[in-house]
Each structure stands twice: as structure tokens, then as C-alpha cells.
């Protein structure tokens, strides 16, 4: 029987395919001043916003009526040659837009010489319709940094499909009632390849034990680092709440909490720095200025310094009810190799944690886990695109959660079956992950995923 994951994708995609084919825009006269080539439209004439050009600052403008249906866009034909990498650019202001990530939306269409979809370049997994190839699904460019004065960067760059003549691009407009957007360096252009971004993910499992300090625990994992190191791993991550595991008796959170950075993360940054790696490792924080207490993953870098810490938001009872405080924001970290999110062990059972993560861009989430259902461990890297990196103490031989490392299909690539073992496994993360009927799934999260009050991100 397949994982209920995959059943409900087959599902899903299954009624993508034979759902009916979109519905014809209607094309509308651009303001007069446009450039040759650019024209504008709306799925339905009665949905789009004004249009306006800026010819001095060369800025292609839309502007909202009061209705929440509003959808409109700028459009324009490139000619391309299928096999050449091309890069979209473009930087995006908007006005009382409150979620930029999905009502401004840029989307990349390929087709032949007679309007007709092709074959996408890039393989898909067979195991979900027996199909290792599908049509090319449009793509859709990532937002990238804003600087001060609001304009956000929007790129990324794309092999056209063998049979590809032609590129439209698309800057829609939707769903923002009295809002205003504005475009300007747009630029669709030949380039070279990406540079790949390959990283070698690792994972320790080991449950420290015989300690009677922290600093007692944290030597503990010197030679798995250093193994993991020999292995040539750039990330490594390391276990939950490591001091509360290994120290005995078992002391209370807060009798082990710490200032981050602390002795235990100084202690774990000479490991980084002596191995030119990242570790990132489950601890207890308190926080100086208040004593608050909180279960916490921390980053560390190359250099030896902390990088970024994540405060577990999604407290079990054993941990609330010691009077630990949750945390209430969803950092990802820039690395040498891409963004790293992170979450710790009861987080996994809720979608909204990851969500969170990737929406914020997360490629990779660091999963340091007392114990978790792996099928939700599955779960959170189906439903975002991400690679999760998973270190716990459970015994391999139980079904509960594993030290893995999981694709973004929620398929483990590398699996712990032994106390003390590294395991490590590469990854690029500049390969699409390409699902049939949905093309480079990742990159519409942003763009389709549903929207929450409490959403604080423009991403």
C-alpha cells in the first residue's frame, strides 16, 4: 500500500490533469506610450486593474480598483532556442499590497512555434503516473532580497525546453483590492548554466550519556563532527535538548539552560572551525535579560560564531507545563550553500511550522528530534519542496522517527541503523524539483500557498 502522502498526491495531480484547460485572457489596448512588444489583459475584462508606463523611469505600472477579484498583467513574447539557459530579472514595488508573494506573481510559459506547450527539460519521478517526462509547466521566478527604499529583486534563471521557440512571460496582478504595483528592470536574456550548489548534509545519531556537565555532553560529539568532517560534510546536525539527554540524573530544562550564544555553543564553534563546517544543535536557552526559558536549535558557522537560533514554537505538554515559553518567529539562515531553516521535534507534527520555514525560502530544514511519526517528517518535505536533515535518539529498530536525511519527495536518501553512526548524503540544490502537472513545485508555494492573519512575510 503507498504512504498516504503519495496517495493523495496521485489524487491531487490526477484531477490537475484532467481538470479543463484554462480560460482564454482577454487582451487589452496598452496605455500608448508602451514599449514594442508589451501588451496588456485579464482573465475577464471586468477583473482588470489600469495600466499605466512610465517611459523616464521605464517602470510598467498596475493600479487596483476596489474589487478583491482584481487580476491583471502585463505581457510579453521572447523569442528563445530550446537547450540555452535563460535569466529572468525584474524589481517589483507594490502599495498597499499586503501579501506580495502571491498577488504579484511572475510566470514563465513555454511553447513552440504554433503556441503549443512542450516537453519539460527536466525529468519527473515515474513513480507516480509511470511517466519519466511531462509537459513543461510555466515557471515562476522567486522573490529575492528588498532593499530599503522597497523595491524586491525577482529572479532566477531556466533551461528552455528542446522545442521551445518562444517565451511568454507574464506580471500578474491579482487579489489586492486598492493596491498598486509597479515593475521596472525587466530583462529576459540568454546566460550559462547556473553554478551548482552541491552540499553534503549529515546527521549524527547518538544519545549522550555519563555526563555530569554540559561541556562533559558536548565533547561527546567531538568525534562525530570530526568523522562527519573526514566524510566532507558541509552541515551537520546534531540532536535535541543534548545537555537534558545526556547529563545524569536527569536535571530540569531550566537547571541546563544557557545565554546563546553560551559556553555550549562556544565549545561547538571550535568544532566548526576547526572542520570548515556548519553543526547545528539542540540546546536549552534562558535568556538574560528576562530568564525566560527556551528549547532551541542553534546554527553555527565555519567561523565559529552562531549564525542564527530557532526557538521551538510548538510545545508538548512535558515541556509547556515546566514553564518554558514558545517561540513565534520562523528564521531561515543565508549559508554558503543556501538557506537553512530549522525546527525542533514537536514542531514536526504541525504543517504550519515548515510552512512557515519555506515560505521565508528554507531549501534545507535542520530537524534535531527527540521523537516524531516519520510519515510526518514525509509529509512536511512533500508538501514544501525542502530537504530535511533529522538527528534523534530513537532506537532505528522502531518505527518511530529516524536520523535521516530526507529528499524533497519525503523519501529517506540515508538512514542511521546503529548508535554512533554519521551517516552523510550530497544534494544540489540548484536541480528543479519537478512534479507532473505542477512542474517546479517549490517555486509555487509562495505563489499559491493560502494566505493567514497572522502571516508577517511579504515572501
Known amino acids: 500500500m503507498k504512504p498516504l502522502v503519495t496517495t493523495l498526491v496521485l489524487f491531487s495531480l490526477s484531477l490537475l490533469q484532467l481538470s479543463a484547460g484554462p480560460q482564454k485572457d482577454t487582451l487589452l489596448p496598452p496605455p500608448a506610450n508602451t514599449p514594442d512588444g508589451w501588451t496588456t489583459g485579464a482573465p475577464l475584462p471586468d477583473l482588470a486593474p489600469s495600466f499605466s508606463y512610465n517611459k523616464d523611469k521605464k517602470q510598467f505600472s498596475s493600479q487596483a480598483g476596489k474589487s478583491k477579484g482584481v487580476h491583471g498583467f ?44 512542450v516537453t519539460s527539460p527536466h525529468a519527473v519521478n515515474p513513480e507516480y503516473f509511470g511517466e519519466t517526462t511531462s509537459r513543461a509547466r510555466p515557471d515562476y521566478p522567486r522573490d529575492k532580497e528588498t532593499s530599503t527604499d522597497g523595491w524586491t529583486s525577482v529572479n532566477d534563471s531556466y533551461l528552455a525546453p528542446d522545442k521551445a521557440t518562444q517565451a511568454i512571460v507574464t506580471l500578474r496582478f491579482r487579489w489586492a483590492p486598492e493596491g498598486a504595483l509597479s515593475w521596472r528592470k525587466v530583462s529576459f536574456a540568454t546566460s550559462g548554466p547556473p553554478a551548482p550548489r552541491k552540499v553534503r548534509l549529515a546527521a549524527v545519531h547518538y544519545y549522550p550519556k555519563g555526563a555530569s556537565t554540559a561541556l562533559d555532553v558536548c565533547k561527546q560529539f567531538a568525534p562525530f563532527v570530526a568523522e562527519a568532517a573526514e566524510k566532507k560534510a558541509d552541515l ?91 517561540g513565534d518567529s520562523y528564521p531561515v539562515f543565508d549559508t554558503k550553500f543556501g538557506k537553512v531553516g530549522m525546527m525542533v521535534c514537536y514542531d514536526a507534527f504541525f504543517p504550519e511550522v515548515a510552512r512557515r520555514l519555506a515560505l521565508n525560502g528554507a531549501e534545507i530544514i535542520a530537524l534535531p528530534v527527540w521523537g516524531c511519526n516519520p510519515e510526518l517528517v514525509t509529509a512536511r518535505c512533500a508538501e514544501n519542496g525542502v530537504y530535511i536533515v533529522s538527528s534523534t535518539y530513537t532506537d532505528p529498530k522502531h518505527k518511530w522517527i529516524k536520523t535521516a536525511i530526507w529528499d524533497r519527495e519525503g523519501r529517506r536518501i540515508e538512514t542511521a541503523d546503529h548508535q554512533g553512526q554519521v551517516i552523510v548524503s550530497e544534494v544540489d540544490l540548484t536541480t528543479p524539483h519537478i512534479w507532473a502537472g505542477l512542474g517546479d513545485f517549490p517555486s509555487r508555494i509562495p505563489r499559491d500557498a493560502p494566505i493567514w492573519k497572522a502571516e508577517k512575510t511579504a515572501k
Open 74 to 117: 502585463w505581457r510579453k513574447t521572447f523569442p528563445v532556442k530550446g537547450g540555452e539557459y535563460y535569466y529572468f530579472e525584474a524589481e517589483r514595488h507594490t502599495l498597499n499590497v499586503p501579501y506580495p508573494r502571491r498577488s504579484t506573481v511572475v510566470e514563465i510559459e513555454w511553447q513552440n512555434d504554433k503556441g503549443s506547450s
Open 236 to 326: 551537520v546536525v546534531l540532536g535535541e535538548t543534548i545537555t537534558v539527554a545526556g547529563i545524569k540524573p536527569r536535571p530540569s530544562y531550566p537547571e541546563v539552560a544557557e545565554s546563546i550564544p553560551g559556553p555550549s555553543t562556544d565549545y561547538f564553534g571550535t568544532l566548526a572551525k576547526k572542520h570548515d563546517l556548519y553543526i547545528v544543535v539542540g540546546l536549552m536557552e534562558k535568556e538574560a535579560e528576562t530568564n525566560l526559558v527556551y528549547n532551541v536549535a542553534v546554527l553555527i558557522d565555519p567561523d565559529g560564531k552562531v549564525a542564527g537560533k530557532y526557538r521551538k514554537t510548538s510545545l508538548p505538554r512535558s515541556e509547556n507545563i515546566s514553564g518554558m515559553v514558545p
